[in-house]
C-alpha cells in the first residue's frame, strides 16, 4: 500500500497532524493507499500559499498565452500517461475501465481547451458619451477553491483547475477521501511543468474536516463544489460567511422523455448507457425514463432484456457495471431498492451481486422499477445507483409536467422525430441542459453545465465557466472636457 502526500506550494508533504486517510478499491475493498488527513491548519497553509503567489510579480508577469502553454502541456502529459491514469482511476473508483479511459481523455480535453482560451479572456468597450472611454476588463478572483466528488475526480479536478488557471487564479483543491488518486496525479504533472509554486495546491482530508475549512477560508475568493444537495448546502452557508461566490452542482434526477415516434434503437442504446455509466453514480444520470404509453411495453421490454445481458464486476475487466464506491453509497442505494420492493415493480434487477474472489465489494444489479407514484422517492430523490424508474404518460403537457416534477433540474433527454416537439418541449423543461435525440454529447467539454433549481447554479464547462473565476471591471476613462 502506497503512502502518499499531498501538494501544497510546490511541496509534497505530510499533513500536520500526522494523521492519514486510507484509501480502498472498491473491488475488492482491499486498501491502496494512505494520503494525508488534512485539516483546518493544512488549509490555512495553501491558500496563504495560492494567495502569495497570487499576489507576486512571478505570477502577474507570467503572459496569458504562457498560461496557456502550461495548460497545453498538461493535456499532453495526461494523453502520455492515460493508461496509467485510466487504471488508477479504475482502481480508485471502480469504474469500468474504458469509461475511465474517457474521463482521461475528457481531462486531456479540458486542459486543452482552456490552455487555448487562456490568451482570449476580452472585455468590451462599451458607448458611453464623447470624452469617455469605457472598457471592462475580466480579471482573476484571486484564490480559488475547488470540492471535488468521488464519482469522476480527474474529469471534474481538471474541468475546473483549467478554467480557473486560465483565468489567471491560484487554485486549492480538496479532492474527495474516496477517491484523491487522480487528483494528486495531476499536481504531479503541473509539479514537472513551469508553474510557480502555490498556483496548485491539493489538500487531501475529510469533507467535514478539510472541506470545510476550505469552504469557510476568510481569504478564498470563490468556491466551486459538485457533490450532493445537503452539503452544497453547507458550502454556501460557510461561504456566505465571507461573502465569497459559489458555483454549485447538485447532481439530480435527470428524465429521458421519449415519445412513441422516436428511433427507438438509439434512445435504447443511450437510455441505457446514460443510467448505467458509472454504476449510476453520476450527477446527469438519466435515472427516470419518462415514456409514451403506446410503446412503453414493447420499450420496456427491450431495456429489460438488455439490463439482463449486462456484464458486472471489477471495472479493471471493463465489464458493463463496477463495484459502488463505498459502503456509505450501497446503503443509500440499498435503502432504495427496498421502497422499490414495497412500492413499485422492479422488473429486472434489485439486488447485490456477490462476485467470486471480489466479495468485499459492493455490487448492484441494474433494475428498473416500473409502476412508481409520481410522489414516490423513487421517483423524487436521487438514488446515485443503476436504478431507472419507469413513469408514463400520454400527452405532451403530461411528459413536460413528470419531467419537472422534481426539486431537481440537470439534463433532460428528448427523443422524437418531430421537430416542432422537440423545440416545444426543449423550450419548457427546468433544466440546465437538454438533449434531443442524443445524450452527452460526446463529453460536452465545449457546453455549458450546470442546474436549474436544486441543482445548483453556476455554470461549468465551456467558456461560460470563464464567469465562475473571472470578475469584471468596468473602467471610463474621461480624456477631453
Ligand atoms: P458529498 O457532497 O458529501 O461530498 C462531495 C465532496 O464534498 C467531497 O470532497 C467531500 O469530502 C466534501 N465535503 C463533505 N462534507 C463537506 C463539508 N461539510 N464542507 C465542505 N466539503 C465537504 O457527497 P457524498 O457524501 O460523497 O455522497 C452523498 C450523495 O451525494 C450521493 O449519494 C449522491 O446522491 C450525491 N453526490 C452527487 C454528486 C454529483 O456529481 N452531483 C457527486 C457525489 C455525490
Ligand atoms: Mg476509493
Redesign the pocket.
Known amino acids: 500500500m502506497k503512502k502518499r502526500k499531498m501538494y501544497v506550494d510546490g511541496k509534497w508533504i505530510d499533513s500536520k497532524s500526522g494523521e492519514a486517510i486510507t484509501v480502498f478499491n472498491p473491488a475488492n475493498y482491499e486498501p491502496i493507499a494512505q494520503v494525508p488527513r488534512g485539516n483546518s491548519e493544512d488549509v490555512n497553509d495553501a491558500v496563504e500559499a495560492a494567495r502569495r503567489t497570487f499576489e507576486s510579480q512571478q505570477w502577474r508577469n507570467v503572459k496569458p498565452h504562457e498560461r496557456g502553454y502550461i495548460l497545453l502541456e498538461m493535456a499532453k502529459r495526461i494523453r502520455e500517461c492515460k493508461d496509467e491514469l485510466a487504471r488508477l482511476e479504475t482502481l480508485d473508483v471502480g469504474k469500468p475501465l474504458s469509461q475511465s479511459y474517457a474521463d482521461v481523455e475528457a481531462a486531456a480535453r479540458y486542459f486543452e481547451f482552456y490552455g487555448g482560451v487562456a490568451d482570449k479572456i476580452m472585455g468590451e468597450t462599451i458607448p458611453v458619451e464623447p470624452g469617455i472611454l469605457d472598457y471592462t476588463i475580466r480579471e482573476p478572483l484571486g484564490v480559488t477553491a475547488h ?6 475526480p480527474i474529469q ?1 479536478s481538471s474541468r475546473s483547475a483549467a478554467a480557473a488557471i486560465a483565468a489567471g487564479n491560484a487554485v486549492v483543491m ?5 477517491a484523491p488518486l487522480t487528483t494528486l496525479k495531476l499536481a504531479e504533472f503541473f509539479d514537472e511543468l513551469n508553474l510557480p509554486n502555490g498556483i496548485f495546491n491539493v489538500v487531501t ?4 474536516e ?3 475549512a ?2 469557510l477560508h476568510p481569504d478564498i475568493d470563490h468556491v466551486t ?8 448546502i ?2 454556501m452557508q ?1 461561504a456566505a460567511k465571507n461573502v465569497v461566490p459559489v458555483t454549485l ?4 434526477k435527470s428524465p429521458n422523455i421519449v415519445f412513441s415516434d422516436c428511433d427507438k434503437e438509439k434512445a435504447l442504446h443511450w437510455i441505457v448507457k446514460s443510467i448505467i455509466q458509472n454504476a449510476g ?4 444520470a438519466g435515472s427516470r425514463l419518462i415514456i409514451e404509453k403506446s410503446i412503453k411495453d414493447s420499450f420496456v421490454e427491450a431495456l429489460v432484456e438488455r439490463f439482463k445481458n449486462m456484464t458486472i464486476g471489477p471495472g479493471i475487466e471493463d465489464v458493463d457495471i463496477g463495484p459502488i ?2 459502503k ?2 450501497f446503503d ?1 442505494i440499498q435503502n432504495f431498492l427496498s421502497i422499490a420492493e414495497r412500492e413499485g415493480k422492479i422488473l429486472v434487477g434489485g439486488r447485490r451481486v456477490m462476485i467470486p474472489g471480489n466479495e468485499k465489494g459492493y455490487y448492484v444489479q441494474p433494475t428498473i422499477v416500473d409502476e412508481v407514484d409520481a410522489n414516490s422517492p423513487l421517483a423524487q430523490e ?3 445507483g443503476p436504478v431507472l424508474t419507469v413513469l408514463t404518460f400520454e400527452s405532451e403537457e403530461e411528459a413536460i409536467q413528470m419531467a419537472n416534477g422534481t426539486k431537481f433540474g ?1 439534463v433532460t433527454g428528448i427523443w422524437t422525430s418531430d421537430v416542432k416537439r422537440a423545440h416545444r418541449v426543449a423550450e419548457r423543461v427546468q433544466s440546465g441542459q437538454v438533449f434531443i435525440n442524443n445524450y452527452g454529447a460526446g463529453g460536452g467539454i465545449q457546453m455549458p453545465f450546470g442546474g436549474y433549481k436544486r ?2 447554479f453556476g455554470r461549468e464547462k465551456g467558456l461560460e465557466a470563464l464567469r465562475n473565476y473571472t470578475q469584471l471591471k468596468n473602467i471610463a476613462l474621461k480624456y477631453s472636457d
Do not use: M, R
Request: charged share 15%; hydrophobic share 40%.
Open positions: 470540492i471535488i466528488p468521488w464519482n469522476y471534474i480538496k479532492p474527495a477521501e474516496d482530508g475529510f469533507g467535514h478539510a472541506g470545510a476550505l469552504a463544489f459538485t457533490g450532493s444537495v445537503e452539503t452544497g453547507s458550502v460557510a452542482e447538485l447532481g439530480g453514480q453520476t450527477c446527469s464506491i463505498s456509505k453509497q443509500i436521487e438514488i446515485f440537470l441543482s445548483g
